[in-house]
C-alpha cells in the first residue's frame, strides 16, 4: 500500500488495481492551446508529442507536463498511535533538555581533567 498521508484515523494512499492507472500523463503547450492525448502509466508518448509539437511550431519550445493520480482515503487498520502526554517525550522535553544540561556540565569539566 503507497501510503502518502496518515490522519488520525484514516490514511491517504495512492489507488492502485484494475483500470487504475499508476498515472495519468498529458502535456500542453505554453504559447498556443495545444494538449496532447492522455496516456496512462507512460509519460514517454507526452515527450514525443511535444517534440512533434515544437518541431511543427519551432516557436513553441515551452510546455507544462502533468502526471494525475488516483488517490483513496481508507480507514487506518493499525491502532492510531496514542497522542504524546503533555510535557514529556518528544524532541525538546524534559528528557532531551536533562540530556544537553547533562553534556554541558561535561564539557565545563573536561578542561579541568588535564
Ligand atoms: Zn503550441
Redesign the pocket.
Known sequence: MNEIVRGADRVLVQARGPGVPEGIHGVA?M????TSPLFDDDPLPTAVWAIQ?SQD?PE?TFFLARTERHWRVLPRTDPPAPPPARGSGGFGGPAFVGLMCLLTALAGLLPGLG
Not at 504559447?31 to 495545444?34: K, M, P, V, Y
Open positions: 503547450c504559447t498556443c492551446e495545444a509539437h511550431h513553441h
